[in-house]
C-alpha cells in the first residue's frame, strides 16, 4: 500500500518544520501510521495476535485535532494555494497519498476482504488532518498562503 510514501513525504515536513510544534504533532501520525499498516498487512483472522492496534481512541484524536485546528481565526478564509512553505506542500503530497489508500481501503471493503471499523474512517480524517497541518503552519509563519493573495481574484 502507498502508506510508506505518505510517511516519508510526512517525515520530510517534520523535518523542515523542526523546533515547531507542527513537527510533534506529524511524528505522532507518523507513528500511528504504522498501526495502519499492521492492520492492513495482517489477515483480519490473525490480527487478535497484533501487540498494538488501531481503534476508535485513534480516530477521535484525529477528530480533536479537526475541531481544534479548523476554528482558528483566519485559516480558512481563502482557498489554499499549494506549495507557500516546504512542510505544507509536504503535508499536501503526503494528503494526497493518504486519500489514495483509503480508496484502495474501500476496494478491500467493497470486495469483501477488509472489515475494520476504524480503519476507512482514520485514514479519511487523517487527510483532513495532513491538509490543516499545512494551512496551520503556513498561517503561523505568515506564509502568503491563499488563492486571492495577490489580486483579491486568485490572479497573479
Known amino acids: 500500500m502507498c502508506l510508506h510514501a505518505g510517511d516519508a513525504i510526512e517525515s520530510g515536513?517534520?523535518?523542515?518544520?523542526a523546533g515547531d510544534t507542527l513537527a510533534a504533532r506529524i511524528e505522532t501520525v507518523q507513528r500511528e501510521l504504522y498501526?495502519?499498516?499492521?492492520?492492513?498487512?495482517?489477515p483480519p483472522?490473525?490480527?487478535?495476535?497484533?501487540?498494538?492496534?488501531?481503534?476508535?481512541q485513534y480516530?477521535?484524536?484525529l477528530d480533536a485535532e479537526v475541531a481544534e485546528i479548523e476554528v482558528l481565526p483566519g485559516l480558512l478564509d481563502d482557498w489554499a494555494l499549494s506549495g507557500a512553505t516546504l512542510p505544507?506542500?509536504?503535508?499536501?503530497?503526503?494528503?494526497?497519498?493518504?486519500?489514495r489508500a483509503e480508496r484502495r481501503v474501500v476496494a478491500l471493503i467493497e470486495s469483501g476482504e477488509e472489515d475494520h471499523p476504524v480503519?476507512?474512517?482514520?485514514?479519511?480524517?487523517?487527510?483532513?488532518?495532513?491538509?490543516?497541518?499545512?494551512?496551520?503552519?503556513e498561517l503561523r509563519v505568515g506564509a502568503e498562503a491563499g488563492?486571492?493573495?495577490?489580486?483579491?481574484r486568485g490572479l497573479a
Open 119 to 137: 480503519l476507512l474512517p482514520y485514514l479519511n480524517r487523517l487527510s483532513d488532518v495532513l491538509w490543516l497541518y499545512g494551512r496551520w503552519y
Open 147 to 152: 488563492f486571492r493573495a495577490r489580486d483579491g
Open 88 to 99: 505544507g506542500a509536504a503535508l499536501d503530497v503526503a494528503r494526497t497519498i493518504c486519500r
Open 35 to 42: 498501526l495502519v499498516g499492521s492492520e492492513l498487512g495482517t
Open 13 to 17: 515536513a517534520r523535518a523542515h518544520a
Open 45 to 56: 483472522e490473525e490480527r487478535h495476535r497484533l501487540a498494538a492496534r488501531l481503534t476508535a
Open 59 to 61: 480516530l477521535a484524536r
